[in-house]
């Protein structure tokens, strides 16, 4: 199959010509078409798939088609994405794959002022990548108007319909035209998103790559378990070993991101982050810092996990895994892309145990268990069933029986809270597969604010 024989015109084959993409993707092959004409579409395809040719060819065939002016502050394609990195790189697609074509488009998104995006809306604009924060003050103060909007699409469309955008969702959804082709994209949907989803599109085409939720194909996946302290430590021997070149390493939060980074910085190593207390300029410089490997490592929560296109981004390392076992799919996606292959290397330690399981339950995969020498936990990681449960007894090691001998009857010990108080030499060292879960692990403390 070739583009050509999707129906699309010339301007933009020759820009496919350029960019050397001899045959579409799976989802292009089906998502080009029925988007073409005009249909609604929801659309499930692994991460690195070319979703974004998908959408941006068959919108700019059908705005170059209709040929309407579009009137001041109006735009006749909304893209919404869920981060501001992402919203540039969407633009730069469109603007790419439309450059043979009198089309203008557009990201805007928050962190940078918005004088200069007013002044740009005012001319009308074709396409337009948001963020829905930044877009609904926009529109609130009346610098953008959506009577002319033909298409919105929601890339990452799990990520925009669940919680933490709903309230924004609602009030951009409220102000658009009813009539309208509605086109949601991601390479994961959750039942309950689906159906969430469902419910906002018309008589829509489905189109579903592979299995839900699974992980791109090119990716070589395996967990390292080891003890939370030791973490840092360990990812600093990988990376030795391994003779890694260029990784990007997902850390739970904002203060961990920076903490690893410290100590990647201390040790001579080029290394920046990406997270949401930085500002709006230094991410983006530091994304293009590491795209264009000025930097080696690149130190990011959740932010960095949806959608970014890294060319050829060999590792990824998820330093904590991910609270949202989706994001898991999303993250080790930036790598294995556009046919290239990559690794994806998690650091789990025990109290991770029920989020490898989810993990495991929604990509419906194990992950293959390897221990680095010396790396060897003290708490072990619980064995999981590959259905979202823990094994509650891990295996012990096997020791040979020895006879009993009987024991001499000790002195009763004074007691703490009712139980025999510990003492002596390995006092609590108990192996931990024979204790009970320590309450203080039991019980933890809600996850930082990740972004
Ligand atoms: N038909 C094609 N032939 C060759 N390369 C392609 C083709 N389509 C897209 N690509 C390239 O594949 C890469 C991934 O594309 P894209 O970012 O659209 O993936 P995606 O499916 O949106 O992934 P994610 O789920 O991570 O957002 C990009 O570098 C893009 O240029
Ligand atoms: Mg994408």
Redesign the pocket.
């Known amino acids: 199959m070739t583009?050509a024989s999707l129906g699309l015109i010339d301007p933009l084959l020759l820009v496919?010509e350029q960019?050397?993409?001899?045959?579409?993707?799976p989802?292009?092959q089906q998502a080009i078409p029925a988007v073409l004409a005009g249909r609604d579409l929801m659309a499930a395809?692994?991460?690195?798939?070319?979703?974004?040719?998908?959408f941006a060819l068959p919108l700019l065939q059908r705005l170059a088609a209709a040929n309407q002016p579009v009137a001041a502050n109006s735009i006749r394609v909304l893209v919404l994405v869920p981060t501001r990195e992402?919203a540039e790189?969407v633009y730069e697609?469109f603007r790419g794959y439309g450059q043979h074509l009198p089309l203008r488009s557009y990201a805007v998104y928050g962190g940078v002022s918005i004088n200069p995006q007013m002044m740009k809306l005012r001319k009308g604009i074709d396409v337009l990548v948001a963020t829905p924060g930044r877009l609904l003050d926009l529109y609130r103060q009346n610098a953008v108007k959506f009577n002319q909007l033909q298409t919105l699409v929601l890339?990452?469309a799990d990520r925009m319909l669940d919680l933490g955008f709903s309230r924004e969702l609602d009030a951009v959804f409220a102000a658009l035209p009813k009539r309208r082709q509605t086109l949601l994209?991601?390479?994961t949907f959750s039942a309950e998103i689906r159906s969430m989803a469902g419910a906002m599109l018309v008589d829509p085409v489905s189109i579903e790559i592979s299995r839900p939720n699974t992980t791109?194909k090119a990716v070589r996946q395996w967990v390292v378990p080891v003890d939370k302290k030791r973490k840092t430590e360990l990812f600093g021997e990988l990376l030795r070993e391994n003779r890694w070149g260029q990784v990007l390493v997902f850390v739970k939060t904002r203060k961990g991101v920076e903490q690893l980074l410290a100590i990647l910085q201390a040790q001579g190593i080029r290394a920046d982050s990406i997270h949401g207390d930085k500002s709006q300029p230094s991410r983006l410089r530091a994304l293009e810092r590491f795209k264009a490997l000025e930097v080696q490592i690149l130190v990011a929560t959740d932010v960095a996990a949806?959608?970014?296109?890294i060319?050829d981004l060999p590792v990824v390392v998820n330093f904590d895994l991910p609270i949202v076992a989706e994001d898991y799919v999303?993250r080790i996606?930036?790598t294995g892309?556009?046919?290239a292959s990559g690794e994806a290397i998690s650091l789990v330690c025990a109290d991770e145990a029920p989020l490898l399981a989810a993990i495991e339950a929604m990509t419906g995969q194990s992950l293959r268990r390897d221990e680095q020498p010396g790396f060897e936990p003290e708490h072990r990681v619980p064995q999981t069933d590959g259905r979202g449960q823990l094994l509650k007894k891990p295996k012990k090691p096997k020791k040979p029986k020895k006879p009993k001998k009987p024991k001499k009857p000790k002195p009763a010990l004074p007691t703490a809270g009712g139980k025999a108080v510990a003492s002596g030499r390995g006092a609590g060292k108990a192996t931990p597969s024979t204790k009970p879960k320590s309450p203080r692990l039991a019980a933890r403390k809600p996850a930082g604010k990740p972004g």
């Open positions: 583009f496919l960019l050397a993409y001899h045959t579409p993707t989802v292009q395809a692994q991460t690195g798939t070319g979703k974004t040719a998908g992402l790189q697609s890339d990452e994209f991601s390479a791109a949806r959608g970014l296109d060319d999303h996606g930036r892309r556009a046919g």
